[in-house]
């Protein structure tokens, strides 16, 4: 069982708005900004599409953006797209030094 | 650009070790802290554990602790992860990948390796 909880999955129509949430609690996501988003395709590695809660890297799509409330952090992607298919995995620094992480959230675009 | 490129799959036997590599290439390895992930076949990402090499600090997981070693050869851009007693729920896709910013502890990971599978078997 991960430390974070994502939902097993969510979905949405083209050009629709979806956001997949990740709790934790005071002594991870909700103390420390830096709560961070990965898209997995299938077969790939992963890829950083949000860190430090909001900051998007370079070259990622302002489609996709980041929020925090609580001990809970957020990830959007508006303008839904067929290549936003994939799974989405959320982690946060934790008050014991280490990384914790979310079980993963399949996206699935209708 | 920097890239992190792992070492090829492997096969081992219950009970045994593995030891897999990632080398950096394109950049200041020092400075960076180094995770390790792994993924079980249909299951989600588990981080392992991580190490900054300037400092010669470790983080495992509770669930790899004694289990898990992670080391790195700044002389060649190399970290390794060893994990030992290999069981087979250890069967897995292992990746190494690479902070964003240098001096932060597993704040968020911008590079990836390319993944390395582990298959325990007897």
């Known amino acids: 069982q991960s430390a974070l909880t994502q939902p097993a999955s969510v979905s949405g129509s083209p050009g629709q708005s979806i956001t997949i949430s990740c709790t934790g609690t005071s002594s991870d996501v909700g103390d420390y900004n830096y709560a961070s988003w990965y898209q997995q395709h299938p077969g790939k590695a992963p890829e950083l599409m949000i860190y430090?809660?909001?900051n998007r890297p370079s070259g990622v799509s302002n489609r996709f953006s980041g929020s925090k409330s609580g001990n809970t952090a957020s990830l959007t992607i508006s303008g839904l797209q067929a290549e936003d298919e994939a799974d989405y995995y959320c982690s946060s620094y934790s008050s014991s030094s280490t990384l914790v992480f979310g079980g993963g959230t399949k996206v699935t675009v209708l | 650009q920097v890239q992190l490129v792992q070492s090829g799959a492997e096969v081992k036997k219950p009970g045994s070790s593995v030891k897999v590599s990632c080398k950096a290439s394109?950049?200041?390895?020092?400075?960076?802290?180094i995770s390790w992930w792994r993924q079980a076949p249909g299951q989600g990402l588990e981080w392992m554990g991580g190490i900054i090499p300037i400092f010669n600090t470790t983080k495992y997981t509770q669930k790899f602790q004694g289990r898990v070693t992670i080391t790195t050869d700044e002389s060649t851009s190399t970290a390794f992860m060893e994990l030992t007693s290999l069981r087979s729920e250890d069967t897995a896709v292992y990746y190494c990948?690479?902070?964003?910013?240098?001096?932060?502890?597993?704040?968020?990971?911008?590079?990836w390796g390319q993944g390395t599978t582990v298959t325990v078997s007897s």
């Open positions: 430090d809660v909001t």
């Open positions: 394109g950049g200041t390895f020092t400075y960076y802290a």
């Open positions: 990948a690479r902070d964003l910013r240098p001096l932060t502890p597993f704040y968020g990971m911008d590079v």
